[in-house]
């Protein structure tokens, strides 16, 4: 942040009064312009045992392998956010959402909410975001094609959880590029 | 928004391409500005049978009782959040916080979080934020002087649910000026 949103002066960092962290401040208006993490939602949506998986058309990580999932938008539910990415991606609709992980992505400032939950139907389709969308058992599974380690984890617990209704709730923490160790909390 | 935080020229409202809602877009450097709901993390933290509650030193509901809670920071976990409002607010320590519930406020894009967990001693009091610290027996809890209709909520669901490890999620549906309804999801 170069310049003040409100009044396109420009920005000091300083910590206000009665606060204890480094603050973008506008040396003109005094606005302080707050950044805070983002949710993701996103969902694990099943057909029999068949798990919706979609191809990103997009970067980073295009042309691997994702779960439907997206930034949360102003006005709206957590579910509501992962059945509108679910659409977008994937043309897919579940028939009710439950929410199964809370994921802390702490290095990147996000927060996954992921859901799981049943198609309606098989007939699903890739969005503009993606570039197929498929079922697979878990034993086809693109393991070395994942986008995200946050998928692949996602997918592990929804595995091995044999359809407990539990949150799991796990937290990144990162050992070197692209490997983390999932702590609990 | 009315100027670019990156290069200080002026923004407009349109929805860029790939994309299906008005977004802040700069209209010199292109910089599209996005806007996202923001997670509020908070504990129910109990001494025996008595709650933990905070009086408010700051607006908005100044002078009102609350439980500890406040902005999630970029760089931290959801618990580790609750943790540190608890420790700011309150100067109190729990022994071990558990997710209890998830609360959508999406008339206000907010998203809470709330933990419940013992405090490690019933030496608490008032950080810079709170007037009062006090633990509250159930039948004592000041239902008329809370700050939020999400703590009521908070108080209410925690209190029905014996003990239960369930992760409660529901939403506010606004009705009126501070009268909510809470639906499940």
């Not at 997009?58 to 042309?63: D, N, S, T, V």
């Given at each position: 942040m170069n310049f003040c949103s409100h009044c396109g002066e420009s920005i000091e960092q300083l910590v206000p009064a009665g606060d204890n962290r480094l603050r973008d401040v506008c040396?003109?208006?005094g606005t302080i312009h707050y950044s805070n993490p983002n949710n993701v939602c996103g969902a694990i949506l099943t057909w029999g045992e068949k798990i919706l998986l979609c191809k990103r058309a997009?970067?980073?990580?295009?042309?691997l392998w994702t779960l439907p999932a997206g930034f949360m938008e102003n006005g709206e539910t957590i579910a509501q956010a992962a059945a509108r990415e679910a659409m977008e991606e994937a043309n897919a609709e579940a028939k009710q959402l439950d929410l199964f992980g809370i994921f802390n992505l702490p290095h990147i400032s996000q927060v996954y909410l992921m859901f799981q939950g049943e198609l309606k139907t098989d007939q699903v389709s890739p969005g503009e975001e993606s570039l197929e969308t498929d079922l697979f058992a878990v034993e086809d599974i693109p393991w070395q094609q994942l986008a995200f380690p946050v998928v692949k984890h996602s997918l592990e617990l929804f595995i091995n959880?044999?359809?407990?209704q539990k949150v799991h709730v796990t937290t990144a923490v990162k050992l070197a590029e692209r490997k983390f160790e999932w702590l609990d909390q």
């Open positions: 040396s003109s208006c997009i970067e980073p990580r295009y042309g959880s044999g359809g407990q």
